[in-house]
């Protein structure tokens, strides 16, 4: 049976991970600190928890020196664009130096292949859309410019060590597990989706509208909402690629549809059958008018193929995930 580390396994896309390898019989051994992930996320009693830190280099030594593991997927990181920006050295700390820790320790133990979670905000500012993965890379925040190190340092690591691996540029991740056991939760959360779902609830104050004069149909940014499960899926095709021997490569992943900040609201009214309770607010600095992933190559090459496409299924999936959560408080 297939033995895999998954690092940050207890945060949101994590979670949606463990349950979908355990679904699919692997052996799961999951690594958090649980600074942001939550332990009750790992639904599943299979999946072993060792609560840690991936820069912990003495933890790595011995995990790899006691267990054998067929991969590595690594979804711990910081992903607050605004906090990257007033807090540098956090990020610089968390997402590429203990990165580093990682793949020195998986090189030195023979580990591989990784599955690395990177972000649409390693291009930065689109030259075009869709973005596909010639767009050229020029990140505006060090959220970005933190995965844009470490796929930098994926290939160079391949190149010197034979580190195989996979960079994966989530664009906009949303939704739940479609069996409602596990959903997004953030530490303040700041995601669109789930905001309007509690304005809805009246968990929260109305949402802000972080501008409506985006040179866009509607004037709100356009954005591309790609359901958390179909993400997972891609990791696990993405596993499948490497163990084929193929080689390292980076992969963009939403749906190629964009929607804007009002497209969502009308699709968790829809979803919701109430109004979201809104008020229009400034523009939120970094926020690029429009992103939308070109994911053809994910598409050919991986053969991974997005189920929850549409954004009332998305809505839906999160909904069903947020009424669960009132009820469990
Ligand atoms: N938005 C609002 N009001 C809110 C929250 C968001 O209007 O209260 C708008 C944003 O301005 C943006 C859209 O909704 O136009 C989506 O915002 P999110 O914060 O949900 O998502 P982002 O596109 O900002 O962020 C996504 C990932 C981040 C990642 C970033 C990189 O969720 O983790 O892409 O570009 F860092």
Same mark, same amino acid.
Request: net charge negative; charged share 20%; proline share 5%.
């Given at each position: 049976?297939?033995?895999?580390?998954? +690092?940050?396994?207890?945060?949101?896309?994590?979670?949606?991970?463990?349950?979908?390898?355990?679904?699919?019989?692997?052996?799961?051994?999951? *690594?958090? =600190? *649980?600074?942001?992930?939550?332990?009750? !996320?790992? $639904?599943?009693?299979?999946?072993?928890?060792?609560?840690?830190?991936?820069? =912990?280099?003495?933890?790595?030594?011995?995990?790899?020196?006691?267990?054998?593991? %067929?991969?590595?997927?690594?979804?711990? /990181?910081?992903?607050?664009?605004?906090? /990257?920006?007033?807090?540098?050295?956090?990020?610089?700390?968390?997402?590429?130096?203990?990165? *580093? $820790?990682?793949?020195?320790? #998986?090189?030195?133990?023979?580990?591989?292949?990784? +599955?690395?979670?990177?972000?649409? !905000?390693?291009?930065?500012?689109?030259?075009?859309?869709?973005?596909?993965?010639?767009?050229?890379?020029?990140?505006?925040?060090?959220?970005?410019? /933190?995965?844009? #190190?470490?796929?930098? #340092?994926?290939?160079?690591?391949?190149?010197?060590?034979?580190?195989?691996?996979?960079?994966?540029?989530?664009?906009?991740?949303?939704?739940?597990?479609?069996?409602?056991?596990?959903?997004?939760?953030? %530490?303040?959360? &700041?995601?669109?989706?789930?905001?309007?779902?509690?304005?809805?609830?009246?968990?929260?104050?109305?949402?802000?509208?972080?501008? @409506?004069?985006?040179?866009?149909?509607?004037?709100?940014?356009?954005? =591309?909402?790609?359901?958390?499960? =179909?993400?997972?899926?891609?990791?696990?095709?993405?596993?499948?690629?490497?163990?084929?021997?193929?080689?390292? !490569?980076?992969?963009?992943?939403?749906?190629?549809?964009?929607?804007?900040?009002?497209?969502?609201? %009308?699709?968790?009214? @829809?979803? $919701?059958?109430?109004?979201?309770?809104?008020?229009?607010?400034? @523009?939120? &600095?970094?926020?690029? !008018?429009?992103?939308?992933?070109?994911?053809?190559?994910?598409? /050919? &090459?991986?053969?991974?193929?997005?189920?929850?496409?549409?954004?009332? &299924?998305?809505?839906?999936?999160?909904?069903?995930?947020?009424?669960?959560?009132?009820?469990?408080?």
């Amino acid at each position: 049976m297939f033995n895999l580390l998954v +690092i940050g396994g207890a945060g949101y896309i994590g979670s949606h991970m463990v349950k979908q390898l355990l679904e699919a019989d692997y052996h799961v051994v999951v *690594l958090d =600190d *649980l600074s942001t992930g939550f332990e009750n !996320a790992i $639904t599943a009693e299979n999946a072993r928890l060792i609560i840690g830190d991936v820069g =912990d280099r003495a933890l790595l030594d011995l995990l790899f020196s006691t267990e054998k593991f %067929d991969g590595v997927l690594h979804f711990a /990181s910081l992903i607050q664009v605004g906090e /990257s920006v007033a807090q540098p050295a956090r990020y610089y700390r968390s997402n590429v130096a203990k990165t *580093l $820790t990682l793949l020195e320790a #998986m090189v030195e133990h023979g580990v591989g292949p990784l +599955i690395f979670s990177s972000t649409a !905000a390693v291009f930065g500012e689109p030259e075009y859309s869709p973005i596909d993965e010639a767009h050229r890379q020029a990140p505006i925040n060090p959220y970005g410019a /933190s995965k844009f #190190m470490v796929e930098r #340092m994926l290939e160079d690591f391949d190149r010197a060590y034979g580190l195989k691996s996979v960079a994966l540029r989530y664009f906009n991740a949303a939704g739940a597990d479609p069996e409602g056991r596990i959903g997004e939760r953030h %530490d303040p959360e &700041t995601h669109l989706i789930p905001l309007a779902l509690h304005a809805v609830l009246g968990a929260r104050p109305p949402l802000k509208v972080f501008g @409506r004069d985006y040179s866009t149909p509607d004037g709100t940014c356009v954005r =591309d909402y790609i359901h958390v499960t =179909d993400l997972a899926e891609a990791h696990l095709r993405a596993l499948e690629y490497l163990w084929a021997g193929n080689p390292t !490569a980076r992969f963009n992943l939403g749906n190629g549809n964009g929607f804007s900040v009002q497209e969502v609201m %009308d699709a968790v009214e @829809r979803v $919701t059958g109430q109004p979201v309770p809104h008020e229009n607010a400034p @523009r939120r &600095t970094g926020d690029p !008018a429009h992103l939308v992933a070109d994911s053809r190559a994910a598409k /050919s &090459t991986l053969g991974w193929n997005p189920r929850y496409a549409d954004i009332d &299924t998305i809505v839906a999936h999160a909904w069903a995930w947020e009424q669960k959560r009132v009820r469990l408080r």
